[in-house]
């Protein structure tokens, strides 16, 4: 089955500064990879998400990118905000088939005001 | 418009004892699924179902149940709660034919303790 490594597993960065997530994933079949965002205590909520079929997607303040020959994929996140620090998991299944996601282990990210 | 609601959002159970864990959407999704959240793990998928009347295994199904008889819910049943089963546990549902989208939204969570 598949099997996603999510790095680093805990970041601090200073407000302003921009934050980098890396997750690699083992099964070549996989074209969709989400990200979350989970906040203590609550629930994980998506922010972005991108397939194979495109490189990169950006929205606002957040990015993804995708490197499907290398299996990577990278959350990026500029000019931090304290409302930014949570914990931040991305994922990775067949399109058609996101009943049944693998996680990463999951990053914290914490900044710093 | 509520999306999925999960209940209860705590439980404390001895082992051995069973108890149901109960899931609705209101987002007519064909989608439903039930993950696990442990720390330092990240989220692992317990069972997921396609549509009413179809269940699969996930990752770690052993010492749950699931069923699907209608859309909205989806309830997940420990048989014989051990120790090991102290979690957080999401609901999530996707996919709607109408608004085209596979989104997984997830519930709020239920965080069980098993003595």
């Known amino acids: 089955g598949e099997n996603v490594e999510q790095h680093p597993s805990t970041l601090s960065v200073q407000e302003g500064d921009s934050a980098v997530i890396k997750c690699t994933y083992s099964?070549?079949?996989?074209?969709?990879f989400p990200w979350y965002k989970q906040e203590l205590g609550k629930r994980p909520q998506l922010i972005i998400d991108?397939?194979?079929?495109?490189g990169e997607k950006k929205d606002q303040r957040i990015a993804v990118t995708l490197n499907k020959t290398a299996k990577h994929f990278s959350l990026h996140i500029t000019e931090t905000q304290p409302e930014d620090s949570a914990v931040y998991f991305c994922?990775?299944?067949?399109?058609?088939?996101?009943?049944?996601?693998?996680f990463g282990k999951g990053t914290l990210l914490t900044v710093n005001p | 418009n509520a999306g999925v609601t999960q209940t209860p959002k705590f439980q404390v159970l001895k082992t051995g004892q069973s108890m149901t864990l109960q899931c609705a959407q209101d987002?007519?999704?064909?989608?439903m699924s039930w993950y696990r959240q442990d720390p330092g793990m990240g989220l692992r998928l317990i069972h997921y179902?396609?549509?009413?009347?179809?269940?699969d295994q996930g990752e770690v199904p052993n010492g749950y149940n699931v069923s699907r008889s209608t859309t909205e819910d989806f309830p997940l049943r420990l048989l014989s709660a051990a120790p090991s089963q102290t979690s957080v546990y999401f609901c999530?549902?996707?996919?709607?034919?109408?608004?085209?989208?596979?989104?997984?939204?997830f519930g709020p969570g239920t965080r069980l303790t098993v003595l």
């Open positions: 987002m007519n999704h064909e989608y």
């Open positions: 099964d070549s079949a996989s074209n969709y």
């Open positions: 994922a990775a299944s067949m399109r058609g088939s996101n009943y049944k996601l693998t």
């Open positions: 991108i397939r194979s079929n495109v």
């Open positions: 179902s396609v549509g009413a009347g179809i269940t």
């Open positions: 999530a549902s996707s996919y709607s034919r109408d608004a085209h989208t596979d989104t997984q939204y």
